[in-house]
């Protein structure tokens, strides 16, 4: 919306120059000349600095500057390389974890008389041990990827 009412004034302002160049009073097409002529004078000015930043760009002055983001850059892919290495691992502990659970339910829904009391306790345990390791090092992974 803004960029329509800024084209539109921007063609406005152009159309009353011209009308004024072309059919104003002697002081109207003085007034759009001297505008036309800074406006040139801003165009040559902006043309002059990009080739004079271009004559930079080409002796070097921008290369330091390139190598220190292009290094960035790579140290980020590596960073997230191991990140998503750690994600990976993690999601596929989690997955053995998902399996053991449901592998103790069947257990204990299947055989509830044969089942060793015990050793079904332990099992439980271990489970939620490693259910509160995998919660602890997914909240570290989390921080990471922040």
């Known amino acids: 919306m803004i960029r329509l009412i800024i084209t539109t004034a921007f063609f ?3 159309g009353l120059l011209g009308y004024n160049y072309i059919f104003g009073t002697a002081q109207e097409k003085e007034q759009a000349q001297e505008i036309f002529s800074k406006g040139a004078e801003v165009v ?9 930043e271009y004559q930079k760009y080409e002796e070097g002055k921008y290369d330091e500057a390139l ?12 960073d997230n390389g191991e990140l998503f290495g750690e994600i990976n691992s993690w999601e596929e502990r989690k ?9 103790l339910q069947e257990l204990l829904n299947a ?3 044969s089942v060793n009391e015990e050793k079904l306790e332990r099992a439980f345990d271990e489970l939620e041990e490693e259910r509160e390791m995998l919660e602890n090092e997914g909240k570290q992974l989390k921080e990471k990827a922040e």
């Open 12 to 14: 406005l302002v152009i």
């Open 44 to 52: 040559g000015a902006g043309a002059g600095l990009l080739k004079s």
């Open 67 to 78: 190598d220190n983001i292009s290094n960035m850059l790579n140290k980020l892919k590596e």
């Open 95 to 103: 997955g053995d974890w998902d399996q053991k659970k449901i592998d």
């Open 111 to 113: 055989n509830l008389d």
